[in-house]
């Protein structure tokens, strides 16, 4: 008989809301349509921002938004997105699609909806074609409260009040689409850069983060950490809060990617495989960031992951538009426990994409908008943020899969709420075959009883349209039964399930 057993003795740390991030980029249909209509548009909005999807976002209580890029950030030069619209600056979107960008979305725009949105923001500037003083000057007109410059010209732009950045990411990909240096150059280069993102107001520190690995580069990770060490500075940490990492998972590779809907069995496992591969990655790259920060006071930030397949048949390649359907669902269930069980390292991490790119948890087409099965795994695990992490471990599991992509038949992840509530996460992984696992409690006497259970679950290729836009839905769970202080529950094949227990 499978067990999960939970140690509510054994706290493990404290899960940050950050971790439930997302990311928005100007790419595609994100910004412009999927978040941002303009205040003309006939589809329902506040100061530009669509009601329907910033309603949906809150619902799943966003945390942090991490924006203007990616790739784009790296291009971006962020006066051309100030002052009266008609006179901003038209540039071509290089990287997405070669279209044009009229920078009609800008800072203004951002704080705005991270104010609707009621979420930390997190700023990605360009060191790649950027300058030391644009970038310096971009934080001054963000968050500097006086006299000066940049601060005169936000207040001459209709905002008198300085705004607050929480994350400050220096580059992007600059071992790639940021300008593809070598890790010691981007080091040297960061150290340089981060010493003009200045705290204007020390009350609210700028959390810094550096630009970290691609995948497995571990390489990147550890001449990073060693060129901007300095023994010389003890508060080492102070030249950086984070350091990021990218990782997404691509089935086929990431030349043939694969598709988002269209799959067999065993391209279901080999994505799971992919997927749990996070693991590995935050482990390893966390031992060699040990080495130079054993105190843990740099967090990992793993500000791009999620699913890339093929573009969804006749839509711009440069757009990067998938469909979503339990596979990603058991993707984001699997990924988000990985962070859980790691958040003494894992501080941040953003889903790519919020809207309309990549797995997104929200999809649009004109005034319609559907929630994708991502959605409500977030919506399901959004009870984790801000819990204590709870020891927690599954015995009696097999694996499940096909040749080579054999997967743990069940992962999870269990936290405790300032309440006093238990939210235990479980993805079933198989594609066919359901599960009993007993969830019991060491040296506890307490008996337990069930809150609130939700699940979703479906056929694996099941998603969501816009004819059918609730086939994939949160939904109740019934398929539990007491079993001596704890529960028994019976997962469904391809399931996300939250018990919440008290
Ligand atoms: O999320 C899409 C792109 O993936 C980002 O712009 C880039 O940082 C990464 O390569």
């Known amino acids: 008989m499978a067990k999960l057993m939970i140690n509510r003795n054994k706290k493990e740390g404290t899960i940050a809301p950050e971790i439930y991030g997302h990311f928005s980029e100007h790419l595609g249909r994100c910004i412009y349509e999927g978040l941002y209509v303009g205040e003309n548009s006939e589809i329902p909005n506040v100061n530009g921002m669509r009601t329907d999807v910033v309603e949906a976002l809150k619902e799943i209580k966003i945390p942090v938004l991490r924006w203007p890029g990616g790739c784009f950030a790296d291009e971006y030069h962020w006066k051309d997105g100030i002052g009266p619209k008609e006179n901003r600056k038209k540039m071509v979107n290089t990287h997405w699609g070669g279209v044009v960008e009229d920078n009609s979305f800008g800072t203004h725009e951002f704080f705005e909806l991270c104010r609707q949105l009621g979420c930390k923001t997190y700023i990605n500037g360009n060191l790649g074609s950027g300058t030391v003083q644009e970038m310096s000057e971009w934080v001054e007109y963000m968050t500097f409260n006086g006299v000066s410059p940049m601060a005169d010209l936000r207040k001459k732009n209709g905002h008198e009040e300085p705004w607050t950045i929480d994350y400050f990411g220096v580059g992007n990909e600059n071992w790639g689409c940021g300008g593809n240096m070598r890790p010691q150059y981007y080091a040297d280069e960061y150290r340089r850069y981060q010493t003009y993102v200045r705290n204007y107001d020390p009350q609210k520190p700028i959390q810094k983060i550096c630009g970290g690995a691609n995948v497995d580069d571990y390489d990147w990770t550890r001449k990073v950490l060693e060129t901007t060490h300095d023994h010389t500075v003890p508060e080492f940490h102070g030249f950086m809060d984070g350091l990021s990492l990218h990782y997404y998972v691509h089935p086929e590779g990431w030349e043939i990617k694969g598709s988002a809907t269209d799959f067999d069995e065993e391209v279901w496992y080999k994505t799971l495989k992919k997927a749990l591969y996070m693991e590995t990655l935050v482990e390893r790259h966390g031992k060699i960031m040990d080495q130079y920060d054993p105190d843990k006071k740099i967090g990992m930030i793993v500000d791009e992951w999620g699913c890339w397949f093929t573009v969804e048949p006749g839509t711009n390649p440069g757009f990067l538009y998938q469909q979503n359907t339990i596979r990603d669902a058991l993707v984001a269930g699997i990924t988000l426990n990985i962070f859980n069980k790691h958040c003494d390292r894992v501080k941040m991490a953003n889903l790519a994409q919020m809207v309309n790119v990549l797995q ?27 819990a204590t992490l709870l020891n927690s471990t599954l015995t009696g599991v097999g694996e499940t899969g096909i040749g080579e992509w054999k997967v743990p038949e069940v992962t999870e992840s269990v936290s405790e709420d300032a309440e006093h509530i238990i939210t235990v996460t479980l993805n079933n992984l198989s594609a066919d075959e359901e599960k009993e696992i007993e969830i019991a409690f060491a040296g506890d006497e307490h008996v337990y009883s069930v809150k609130e259970a939700k699940v979703v679950s479906a056929e694996m290729h099941a998603h969501n349209t816009f004819d059918v836009p609730e086939l994939v839905k949160e939904e109740e769970f019934t398929a539990y039964k007491k079993c001596g202080n704890g529960i028994k529950v019976m997962l469904p094949p391809c399931s996300v399930v939250e018990l919440r227990l008290q």
Request: hydrophobic share 30%; net charge positive.
């Open 360 to 386: 997104s948890v929200i999809l649009t087409e004109g005034p319609k908008m559907i929630k994708t099965p991502t959605y409500h795994v977030f919506h399901m695990y959004r009870h984790h943020q801000g």
